[in-house]
């Protein structure tokens, strides 16, 4: 197997939210990739925490993945950056510096354009600047630093069928998770299952005014709320957190 050591970096997507396995826990496009990529003397561990902006990243997670030695390293993140409502400049720097240090210690590293959230939710339109900001400045980074593009920015299948995404419509469901670790792989050229890419049959159901409304109740306004109040009393999104698989185990 050409990749025996593979730690991946972000935040709730790289924790794989919304991707439940029957007991419980998290599974993700991360886990995915891994139980591919699985063969004796493969080892997989996971940094992600949630809330994790570009720059936390940077200074929590990157160390401990250089200290881990790994030859491939996957790095998913910037949405947080985008909703705390980061300037692009801010956007474009935090993404530099990450890429920089991370190519600096792994032979081969993956990194992610985020899909066109702001097709799916009311005023959406105001995120779609800093997330072009954020996918121009992956480009860059990939080009300047030589890491692997996975630009999945141009995925209209995704980003236009709420099937691929969760009850707040930003984080991948199961589908979602799959059809993402489908295109790392393939980036990769590495082979996996054909089905984790098709087409699914049929089509959602489109969203109406009442399912709007029930979201802005049940997802917006309770995160609205949280983030307000932990800016309150000075916590951050991820805070009391730990990642899911610190260190390199078998994926088993």
């Known amino acids: 197997m050409k990749y025996q050591r593979f730690v991946a970096l972000g935040d709730s997507c790289t924790e794989g939210l919304d991707d439940l396995l029957p007991d419980g826990r998290y599974r993700g496009w991360a886990d995915r990739v891994a139980s591919v990529l699985d063969a004796p003397g493969f080892r ?57 240090a991370v190519t600096s210690f792994a032979p081969t590293v993956a990194v992610f354009t985020l899909s066109d959230v702001s097709q799916r939710m009311p005023f959406g339109w105001r995120m779609r600047p800093r997330i072009e900001a954020l996918n121009d400045a992956v480009r860059v980074a990939a080009v300047r630093y030589g890491a692997i593009l996975v ?46 890419m098709a087409p699914l049959e049929g089509s ?20 609205a709320y949280s983030r307000s109040r932990n800016k309150l009393i000075g916590r951050q999104p991820g805070d009391g957190f730990r990642p899911k698989r610190p260190t390199l185990l078998p994926f088993a």
């Open 204 to 223: 959602a159901a489109p969203s109406s005014m009442l399912d709007h409304l029930r979201w802005l109740r049940d997802q917006v306004l309770p995160v």
């Open 44 to 100: 997989y561990a996971n940094l992600g925490v949630r809330g994790r902006r570009l720059d936390q990243m940077l200074v929590e997670q990157v160390p401990s993945a250089s200290a881990l030695r790994p030859d491939l390293v996957a790095i998913f993140g910037g949405g947080n950056d985008v909703m705390s409502g980061a300037s692009t400049a801010q956007i474009a720097r935090r993404v530099d510096a990450l890429v920089s």
């Open 151 to 196: 630009d999945v920015w141009d995925d209209n299948t995704c980003v236009q069928d709420s099937r691929y995404f969760g009850p707040d419509r930003l984080h991948l469901s199961s589908l979602g998770h799959r059809r993402l670790a489908g295109h790392l792989l393939s980036a990769l050229d590495i082979p996996f299952d054909a089905s984790w």
